[in-house]
């Protein structure tokens, strides 16, 4: 089977030769590092034959990018406006694995909103994904592997306005100026319409990606029934668009305890969620045998038990082994893999992972 027949067939719980085989979300720098003392990267090193999938994320961001400007620095930490207009510091040993402090956001008011937007969100196709854009994605109409568009960072209705405004500023405006913040969402899902509208009329899509990141370990960052109130009507509105366009699998990308948000996103017409950390009490396989099949899942093996060694990812594998064997399911951990994983376990995560894969096919 080819990756993408293999990805249809698994999201439709039809059969399969086997789910497909993936690293995940990557691993941290340092973990890297660690690899590499170990072996990883050599040419003798193990391999492992993953699936191959096109995943496009950085087409939804702010463009023109602002430009970087370094406002102080010292021999730990330096200070400066990002590509999208964020004032942070971060480390400069391990600034893509540790949590920066946001100094100052982009947007204080309505007036900052609308000319960041009127300059930086447009859909300009040719800036956007390049020149020879219309080409390229017709290029694609022929693949053997699945084409996942994400809108990272920039598309959904709670993740980009803290991008503009910041957490406490946003929870705040849902209370002091609901009618600001309808309008952010409102120019979001305007802006996910007109560039997925460009993309659909060159080349189909199997996957569209939400991305949201608005939960914590002990819950979501506003109440269920905020979400429904507000964010409920874009998503459906976005997925309206989308089904409409051909567009068959929606997914939604959140970190942290996301239980009393799957209800909503669901009703909204989502029907993938990812990444399902088990540390924040996210349990797949009890998420399946609440929601059933209408919910599609990707990820959710718990990455500290590859940490613990072989008995641990025996016991994390043969857990979520059963949804492998149902279908409608991307095993792989619940996100980055971090620098207490030794390169030799996650080697033996990988070869087990294969095992169970094999295990739980089900051609006929």
């Not at 007036?111 to 960041?116: K, L, Q």
């Not at 960072?153 to 405004?165: A, E, H, Q, Y």
């Not at 946003?170 to 100026?177: I, K, W």
Request: one cysteine or more.
């Amino acid at each position: 089977m080819t990756s993408r027949e293999r990805f249809l067939r698994v999201m439709r719980y039809e059969d399969f030769d086997h789910v497909p085989y993936m690293e995940g979300m990557g691993a941290w720098p340092e973990t890297l590092e660690r690899w590499k003392k170990e072996g990883y990267g050599k040419p003798d090193a193990p391999q492992f034959p993953t699936e191959r999938w096109e995943v496009q994320w950085t087409w939804f961001f702010p463009n023109p990018p602002f430009e970087r400007r370094v406002v102080e620095e010292d021999e730990r930490s330096i200070l400066y406006v990002n590509h999208e207009g964020i004032l942070m510091r971060e480390r400069k040993d391990y600034p893509h694995s540790s949590m920066p402090q946001f100094v100052r956001f982009p947007v204080k008011n309505r007036g900052d909103f609308r000319r960041f937007w009127k300059e930086r969100m447009r859909p300009d196709m040719a800036a956007r994904l390049g020149e020879d854009w219309k080409e390229n994605l017709r290029a694609r109409r022929e693949r053997d592997c699945p084409f996942v568009v994400i809108s990272d960072r920039w598309g959904g209705f709670f993740g980009p306005l803290r991008n503009l405004v910041g957490v406490e500023r946003l929870c705040e405006l849902f209370y002091d100026d609901p009618a600001f913040v309808e309008e952010m969402m409102d120019a979001v899902a305007e802006f996910i319409i007109a560039v997925m509208s460009c993309i659909l009329d060159q080349t189909d899509v199997d996957v569209y990606g939400f991305w949201e990141d608005m939960a914590y370990r002990n819950g979501p960052l506003i109440s269920p029934r905020m979400v429904r109130r507000y964010m409920l009507p874009r998503y459906r509105r976005v997925v309206e668009f989308l089904r409409s366009r051909g567009v068959e699998f929606i997914s939604l990308d959140s970190d942290g305890d996301v239980h009393s948000l799957i209800p909503i996103w669901l009703d909204a017409g989502i029907n993938i969620l990812y990444p399902f950390e088990v540390q924040s009490n996210m349990d797949v396989v009890a998420v399946r045998r609440e929601y059933g099949r209408e919910l599609r899942i990707w990820y959710g093996i718990d990455k500290r038990a590859l940490a613990a060694g072989p008995e641990a990812i025996d016991a994390e594998l043969a857990r979520v082994e059963p949804l492998m064997r149902e279908g409608g399911y991307v095993p792989a951990t619940d996100h980055s893999i971090p620098p207490d994983v030794s390169f030799s376990s996650y080697c033996y995560y990988m070869e087990r992972l294969w095992e169970s894969i094999q295990r739980a096919g089900r051609w006929r």
